[in-house]
């Protein structure tokens, strides 16, 4: 079939279809005007319910979550897949999945939908001077450090009527794959993030550096000993992260380098609370950021180990490298910034 169909013709047509001719070899002389076409026929509604049956990954979820019955989702699909002419959901075992087609054009509705968004989000930031909403992404070390909060403080001194959505967030592990930033469910996401774990997609923004603390309770016996060495606290009740957190791979590298075979931890957590409760019960050691030592003194009483660990943990800001962020964001990264300076002051 030729391209130059009468109009009737193609508005019957998949995109695939109009970009084959007749021998099924893929046409790109009117490439634009066809896309032109396809366009005008995409409709709103539908690709926000492929984008929710993505998110998801059900037909009745998505229903639920829109308000519309499952036929009505089905029909939407059906019409986006016939505009497109490609097959973009398939049934997974575990619900629905898109299929290769269907990933990169889940890519590029996300955008569309973020980016209005956006636009609304800056339309309010305007209308109402410093309002406006944030969803901002920090992992718990770095909230339990009182960073986040003398951020909050910051913003909201400046911009009293602005909206903070802070969700807990994971960067602690040796390689995080920033899933809500890349799903747009936060706009920058905060914590201890290394640049070397930085990707094309990602803008890695190092804030400042700080040092990790080998810490005890004040009535351990490792806070009433007069010589602490890393050979002595290889026999220590250690509390620690799981073996991808970056914390404690900092401290396995301290104790290889001084060539004293790393203790293993008697308690694993990621709780900063469970932390300092059992530092007040007993002998056990533990690491904390130079940041959240000083915070932690404030509730609870923490004693410094002289232990130099030899390396710094890099406090970032992450956010997605061609992403436009909406004003509100840039307001809060920038208080971030400066919190970050006074931190290292």
Not at 48 to 65: D, I
Not at 163 to 190: C, G, M, N, S
Request: hydrophobic share 40%; net charge positive; glycine share 6%.
């Amino acid at each position: 079939m030729c391209v130059r169909s009468s109009t009737a013709t193609i508005a019957g047509l998949g995109l695939s279809e109009l970009l084959r001719g007749p021998k099924g070899k893929v046409m790109s002389k009117d490439l634009e005007t066809i896309s032109r076409r396809a366009i005008a026929r995409l409709k709103l509604r539908d690709m926000q319910v492929f984008l929710m049956v993505n998110r998801f990954g059900s037909m009745a979820k998505a229903a639920q979550y829109l308000s519309l019955t499952q036929p009505a989702i089905s029909q939407s699909i059906a019409e986006l897949e016939h505009v497109l002419g490609y097959q973009l959901l398939e049934r997974g075992p575990k619900g629905v999945v898109p299929t290769i087609y269907g990933a990169k054009f889940m890519e590029r509705v996300a955008e569309i939908f973020d980016n209005l968004e956006a636009g609304i989000r800056d339309i309010d930031f305007l209308s109402n001077p410093g309002s406006g909403l944030v969803r901002v992404g920090g992992d718990m070390a770095f909230i339990s450090s009182g960073l986040m909060s003398k951020i909050i403080s910051d913003v909201e001194g400046k911009f009293p009527n602005i909206r903070l959505e802070i969700i807990e967030t994971t960067t602690r592990t040796a390689k995080p794959d920033y899933k809500e930033l890349r799903d747009r469910q936060v706009d920058v996401i905060l914590g201890r993030i290394s640049q070397a774990n930085s990707d094309n997609e990602l803008k890695i923004e190092t804030l400042f550096e700080e040092d990790l603390y080998v810490v005890t309770g004040k009535d351990s016996p490792w806070a009433k000993s007069t010589k602490v060495t890393f050979q002595s606290l290889a026999g220590a009740k250690w509390i620690l992260a799981s073996v991808d957190n970056m914390a404690r791979s900092l401290v396995q590298a301290a104790f290889k380098a001084n060539k004293v075979p790393f203790p293993e931890p008697q308690i694993t957590t990621y709780s900063m609370q469970l932390r300092m409760q059992l530092l007040q019960e007993g002998g056990y050691v533990t690491v904390m950021s130079e940041t959240g030592f000083h915070h932690a003194r404030k509730t609870w009483d923490v004693r410094r180990l002289p232990i130099d660990l030899g390396q710094k943990l890099p406090v970032a800001m992450a956010t997605l490298k061609h992403r436009s962020l909406p004003a509100a964001a840039e307001t809060f990264m920038k208080s971030a910034r400066i919190v970050a300076k006074m931190a290292i002051s």
